[in-house]
């Protein structure tokens, strides 16, 4: 099994930024890849970001491509998203996911096994 805590998420105002942080404990040597997934509120959760964890390869959603960034430390097993130009409707819960399998979509939650707890991120406008 795979744990996962997030930290970083606050309150900021509408073109501000925030850093969030995602730590992996356990069997993290099983892990191909991290996600961040969102939910606000009266919405679905919805694919955010991934990283592979052996090439660092990315892929974004539509709605955060450009302004968000995904990066790795394998050696301290953290992901971070850097959050950019935020807007109010980026406010939502954030989440870490780890996939222990190769699949080619990775913006599928099913995809993922094990999941963090969530981070608020509220932008103001």
């Known amino acids: 099994q795979v744990q996962l805590v997030e930290s970083g998420g606050g309150l900021v105002q509408a073109g501000g930024s925030l850093r969030l942080s995602c730590a992996a404990s356990?069997?993290?040597?099983?892990?191909?890849?991290m996600g961040w997934f969102r939910q606000a509120p009266g919405k679905e959760r919805e694919f955010v970001a991934h990283?592979?964890?052996?090439?660092?390869?990315?892929y974004y959603a539509d709605s955060v491509k450009g302004r968000f960034t995904i990066s790795r430390d394998n050696a301290k097993n953290t992901v971070d998203l850097q959050m950019n130009s935020l807007k109010p409707e980026d406010t939502a819960v954030y989440y870490c996911a780890a996939r222990r399998i190769y699949t080619n979509y990775v913006n599928k939650e099913s995809q993922y096994d094990s999941w963090g707890q969530g981070t608020q991120v509220t932008v103001s406008s």
């Open positions: 356990g069997r993290t040597f099983t892990i191909y890849g």
């Open positions: 990283i592979s964890w052996s090439s660092s390869s990315t």
